[in-house]
């Protein structure tokens, strides 16, 4: 049986909007240029109930802003748009004219003011089961669990800015062994790509690692509190590249979960 992949298949023009799977960041668009998107987000599907939301900020004043975003399903290795892809979910902003029953006219739905917040609730299956982070416990992000977190992020970053990605890898085992297979790899795969990838950016003479700033450290609640994606106060992964190389900047954005339900020292790891 063909392995099955998810992915966005997103349109927009003229309009902010943040696009997000079971309270997961998925992509953000843009109102400054028109964006097409079709990222894959298998290891976000639950193999159940799901919710697509999104949040729509921002429109370009005397356009015809326009946002189309379909959860599809296909076959590992099809085309996106080959004519194998279902629509699982669709929000489309504004909602198309709808015909006058008694005549041809077109009459557009007026639209609510901004922000605004749009969703579709829809079912899946899929045969990975239940991912960690379903079930991981909630983040009270007290004080007491502020300062773990700020640890744990700072010696990974410590670790990498010293040129070495083996603890990620260690700290990313979860993740490689749920999230491999659902793309025909196995973790091992995973890590080798990694790895190679890693080998690359360092191996340039300007490479540089930004540097962890406490003061700029927003540790970002989602899935229900159970997953925690540390980033810039202006949204930037922390463990990203100081200064473009070729017009080219790595990021790396994680999510942080706990693994049991006491307290969390020792207990974190990165499950996506």
């Known amino acids: 049986m063909a392995t099955p992949i998810f992915y966005l298949h997103i349109q927009s023009q003229g309009c902010t909007a943040e696009i997000r799977l ?21 290891e976000w599907v639950i193999d159940g109930d799901n919710l697509l939301v999104v949040h729509v900020h921002e429109i370009t004043p005397d356009t015809a802003p ?10 590992l290795g099809d085309l996106p748009e080959s004519g194998t892809t279902i629509e699982l979910a669709v929000i489309e902003w504004p909602p198309l004219p709808v015909p006058v029953p008694a005549g041809d006219l077109q009459v557009a739905v007026e639209l609510p003011g901004l922000p605004l917040t ?35 992020l700072r010696d990974l970053h ?6 070495s ?74 463990f990203r590249q100081a200064v473009a190389i070729d017009g080219e900047l790595w990021s790396l954005a994680i999510f942080i979960g706990r693994t049991n339900w006491e307290y969390v020292v020792g207990e974190l790891t990165i499950l996506r």
């Not at 326009?66 to 076959?75: G, P």
């Not at 079912?123 to 983040?139: I, K, L, Q």
């Not at 080998?199 to 997953?227: V, Y």
């Open 165 to 238: 990605v083996d603890t990620l890898l260690a700290e990313s085992s979860i993740k490689f062994n749920e999230v491999a297979p659902a793309y025909d790899l196995t973790p091992n795969d995973g890590r080798l790509r990694v790895q190679q990838a890693w080998q690359g950016l360092t191996s340039h003479a300007d490479w540089q690692l930004a540097a962890f700033d406490e003061a700029d450290l927003d540790l970002r609640l989602h899935c229900g509190g159970r997953l925690v994606e540390p980033t810039t106060h202006e949204g930037l992964p922390i």
């Open 22 to 42: 079971n309270d997961a960041p998925m992509f953000t668009v843009l109102r400054e240029h028109p964006q097409r998107a079709l990222p894959t987000i298998s």
């Open 118 to 152: 749009l969703s579709e609730p829809v079912v899946v299956t899929h045969p990975w089961g239940p991912w960690s982070w379903t079930d991981a416990p909630p983040f009270p992000l007290d004080a007491r669990t502020t300062a773990a977190l700020v640890d744990y």
């Open 158 to 163: 410590a670790t990498l800015a010293a040129g």
């Open 66 to 75: 326009h946002l189309r975003v379909a959860l599809c399903q296909a076959s």
